[in-house]
Structure formats: C-alpha cells, structure tokens
C-alpha cells in the first residue's frame, strides 16, 4: 500500500477530454456558468454539470451560488500551475476549421495565465523588462532591480502593497505556446489588472484570450518597446 498522496485521482479527473477543457477555458481566472463550460467544451448543459460536481469533489475547481446560478473558478493558483504545466509538454490541438485556427492564433498572440500575461505579448513583456534591467531572473524566480522598483513606481504598481499577498511575488511561468518563460506571481498579476485599468487589453468572449487596444500598442511601444 503507498504512503504517497493519489496522483491518480488528479490524473483521472484531467484524463476526460471535457474535464480538461473546461479547466482550461477557466485559465482565465473568471467565474463561469455550467452553460458557459458546455457551450466553451461543445457538450450538452446536463453533462457538464456532472463533470463540473467531479471536478468540485476533486477539489480542482470552486463553485459559488448567487440566486439561481451556481459559478466555476478555478480552485487556487497551484491548480492553474498544474494545468498550464500540462499545457507545456501536450501536443497542439488538431485545427479543423477556420474559427479554430483564428481562436488558437489569439491564445498564442496574448491570454491570461490564471491571473497574469502569457502568451507572445507575456513573453515580450517580460523579456522588455529583463533588457531593460527592471528584472532580473534568479533561478525560478524574476528579482526587481533597484531601476525596476523606481519604474514599476512611476508606473503605478504598488509593490508594497504586492508584497503583503501572501502567494509568490514575482515567479517564473513556462509559457505552453512559446516555451519560454514570462512573469507570474502578484507582480504579473498587478500588471495584468493595471493593463486592464489603462484600457491597454481587452477580455476575447468566450476564450481566454486577450486583444490589445489602439491605445495599448501606443503604450507598449512607448513603455516596453513592444509592436503588436
């Protein structure tokens, strides 16, 4: 008899085609609806709530009830780890038509990770502030520099603030689709939220991808040297 936690249980609930698309549609950090997940997972509404109650009792995934609806999130941050980990090593998707091949290429260009930048924008953001010095990578972790305290600063980051969350503050997530590493931790995720509050990225409907706004290519080739 093994003394060692059930991996198996874990690796059942991520072995179901459905299951494991709806985790990953909820890598977008957001509360979802059952109906959502069927629509996002191509299944009946009936039988996502059944693999929705699988995935509670497996305890990768949070249901809150308001009125009549019961909403989905992600469990924690370490689930998000584990899925996008398994993003990183699996094949891609076979693409069978146009919609799908226009969706992929979005998640690739910019999407959230949980609750951070991933994607090619994720990975050129964070590579911006490497060569700019506001970083710098030790290994697992990104270190704010003395520069890079002064500009996230100006920029309106509060890294006191940041550092009182009691979760990694500026890790290093591989990235599924660029396999390289961008920024995670509260510091990607209080980049993120600023990014959103500028009105520099958009939410896609439906996937967790992410739009950059005329606005925000002026701001990330004025402040990162990006051109999207």
């Known amino acids: 008899m093994s003394i060692n936690p059930n991996v198996a249980v874990v690796a059942s ?3 179901e085609t459905s299951r494991a698309t709806m985790l990953t549609s909820l890598m977008d950090g957001r ?3 059952a109906s959502e997940l069927a629509f996002m997972s191509a299944i009946t509404p009936q039988t996502a709530s ?3 109650s699988k995935l509670v009792e497996g305890n990768l995934i949070n249901v809150e009830k308001h009125g009549r ?3 989905y999130q992600l469990a924690n941050k370490e689930v998000a780890h584990l899925i996008e980990t398994f993003l990183a090593i699996s094949p ?3 693409v069978r038509s146009l919609k799908q091949s226009n969706q992929v290429k979005l998640l690739q260009e910019a999407r959230t990770c949980y609750d951070h930048l991933a994607g090619k924008l994720g990975v050129a953001l964070t590579d911006s502030m490497l060569n700019a010095n506001y970083l710098k990578k030790e290994d697992r972790e990104f270190i704010v520099t ?3 305290e002064q500009f ?3 920029f309106g980051i509060d890294l006191t ?3 009182r969350k009691r979760r990694s503050f500026s890790h290093s997530c591989l990235d599924w689709s660029e396999r390289h590493y961008h920024l995670g931790g509260a510091l990607g995720n209080g980049l993120l939220t600023h990014f959103f509050e500028l009105n520099w990225i958009v939410h896609v409907p439906s996937i967790r991808a992410v739009k950059v706004t005329d606005r925000g290519r002026e701001g990330f080739k004025q402040i990162f040297n990006i051109n999207m």
């Open 69 to 71: 609806h019961r909403y």
């Open 152 to 154: 996230f600063t100006d």
């Open 31 to 33: 509360f979802h609806t």
């Open 50 to 52: 059944f693999h929705l």
């Open 146 to 148: 003395p520069k890079g």
């Open 92 to 94: 891609p998707p076979e």
């Open 161 to 163: 603030e940041l550092k």
């Open 13 to 15: 609930l991520l072995g």
